[in-house]
Every structure is written in structure tokens, then in C-alpha cells.
């Protein structure tokens, strides 16, 4: 088990180190999309790290923040597209316009909200997971539609601010349900 563990740690590490930052960082406009898989292997090594075998599980949480990625990297690179056109790092915003991107915006909190409701739907959290994922999830949709309404630096710049949040209280949402199901 740790060896798939640390195999994978490594892995996840040179492909943030070498394909992400250094390769696809400065040629493409999906890099948030294809480096986002490194920053959401942790769910998965860790798993790794305690049982032998590789189950949904871990899987689920991989792609909540996976999902979560675009959504939250493409609403802080719209507020400071400027500053990223300036370094040459062709994020979404810049190549693809931001009326684009706010529909990509859209899509990936979409899927953010559907893939948060997996572990409810595959048997892995209870109902208090599931309610308040629904609050929060309304709350996420809440300031993707003012973003796409208001169109404006600010409204990205919550969105991101939210969004930080948003990652954080799913997965505190995951262990309230597990000690209180545990506890009851």
C-alpha cells in the first residue's frame, strides 16, 4: 500500500513540477484543467497510504476537487486577467474571452455541485452530508449567477473568495456527517 502511495505522490509531484508548471503553465489555456489532477490526487494517495486497494471512495473526493479547480483558478484569472497577459501565461480568460469563460465558469461549478453530491448518492456519507451540501451548493450557484449578471471584477473576485470556502466546507461538511453519524 505505501508503495502505490509514494509512487503516486511522486508521480503527482512531477506532473505539478514538470508537465504542469514548466510545460503546459505557458502553452495552453486548459493548464488549470490538466494540472488541477495533481492538486487533487491527495484524496487518493492518502487512501493509498492505509488500504491495498484502490476503491470510488477516494475517487469521488479526486473529483470534487478536480472539478472544483477550474472553477475557482478561471474566477480569480478573470479579475486579474491583465496581470497574467502581462506575464504570458495564457489562462482561459486571455485566450478565450471572458464571455467564455464565465460559461466555462459555470460548467465546472456545475460539475463541482453535482460530483458534491456523490458521497451521498454512492452510500458513502448520510444525510446531514447531503443537506448541507445542498446549502452550500445554493450558495455557490447564488455567486455564480451574480457573476454572471454582473460581469464584473468584483463579482469574480468574490465568486473566488467563496470558492476557497466552498472546497474547505464540503469536506468539513464530510466529517461532521461521519462524527455525527458515528456519535449517534
Not at 467564455?100 to 465546472?108: A, S
Not at 454512492?122 to 448541507?132: E, H, V
Not at 468539513?172 to 455525527?180: I, K, N
Amino acid at each position: 500500500t505505501n508503495f502505490y502511495a509514494s509512487a503516486l505522490l511522486l508521480f503527482s509531484i512531477f506532473f505539478y513540477v514538470v508537465i504542469y508548471t514548466v510545460w503546459l503553465k505557458r502553452i495552453t489555456s486548459q493548464n488549470i484543467v490538466i494540472g488541477g489532477a495533481a492538486g487533487a490526487f491527495p484524496p487518493i494517495i492518502g487512501w493509498l497510504s492505509i488500504h491495498p486497494t484502490l476503491t470510488f471512495e477516494p475517487i469521488v473526493l479526486f473529483l470534487i476537487i478536480f472539478f472544483w479547480t477550474p472553477y475557482h483558478f478561471w474566477a480569480l484569472a478573470y479579475y486579474r486577467h491583465d496581470d497574467y497577459e502581462r506575464v504570458s501565461v495564457p489562462m482561459y480568460p486571455n485566450v478565450h474571452g471572458l464571455e467564455k469563460t464565465r460559461i466555462q465558469i459555470l460548467i465546472y461549478a456545475i460539475l463541482t455541485i453535482i460530483s458534491s453530491l456523490l458521497p451521498t448518492l454512492c452510500g458513502y456519507a448520510g444525510w446531514t452530508y447531503l443537506a448541507l451540501t445542498i446549502v452550500i451548493s445554493f450558495i455557490l450557484l447564488y455567486f455564480v449567477i451574480q457573476f454572471l449578471r454582473c460581469k464584473d471584477h468584483a463579482s469574480a473576485r468574490t465568486l473566488f473568495k467563496f470558492s476557497l470556502l466552498h472546497l474547505f466546507a464540503i469536506f468539513s461538511c464530510l466529517l461532521v456527517d461521519r462524527f455525527l453519524e458515528t456519535s449517534l
